[in-house]
């Protein structure tokens, strides 16, 4: 049973920068795509970015040069290194895993595991 636990959110305002962390009981390395979502209240719940087995890296185009995921796979740990940060940013925010090579954000579907979730609030 793949588990994530998320931490790290919180509040700050619009500019500043938080970094999420989900201690996961896998890493991409073992053939996970690994991924954060957020959901905002009254949408959809939307992937933000992901990173596969080979290091390779996606993001949504709204947190480009903006987010970075990365991971210790020492620590078996996924980071979300969020800066710039702007209101439109506030959701809760998942850290999620899927049994693929390759991440495919828009098919939330391909995500089987998930964790409880993390509030991120900016103020403007």
């Known amino acids: 049973q793949v588990q994530l636990v998320e931490s790290g959110g919180g509040s700050v305002q619009a500019g500043g920068s938080l970094r999420l962390s989900c201690a996961a009981s896998v890493n991409s390395r073992s053939g996970y795509c690994l991924g954060w979502f957020r959901q905002a209240p009254g949408k959809e719940r939307e992937g933000v970015a992901g990173?596969?087995?080979?290091?390779?890296?996606t993001y949504t185009d709204s947190v480009k040069d903006r987010f970075t995921i990365s991971q210790d796979s020492a620590k078996n740990t996924l980071y979300l290194q969020m800066n710039s940060l702007k209101p439109e940013d506030t959701a809760m925010y998942y850290c999620?895993?899927?049994?693929?090579?390759?991440?495919?954000?828009?098919?939330?579907?391909?995500?089987?595991?998930w964790g409880q979730g993390t509030q991120v609030t900016i103020s403007s």
């Open positions: 990173i596969e087995y080979d290091g390779r890296r």
């Open positions: 999620a895993a899927a049994r693929t090579m390759r991440c495919v954000l828009q098919r939330r579907d391909f995500f089987g595991y």
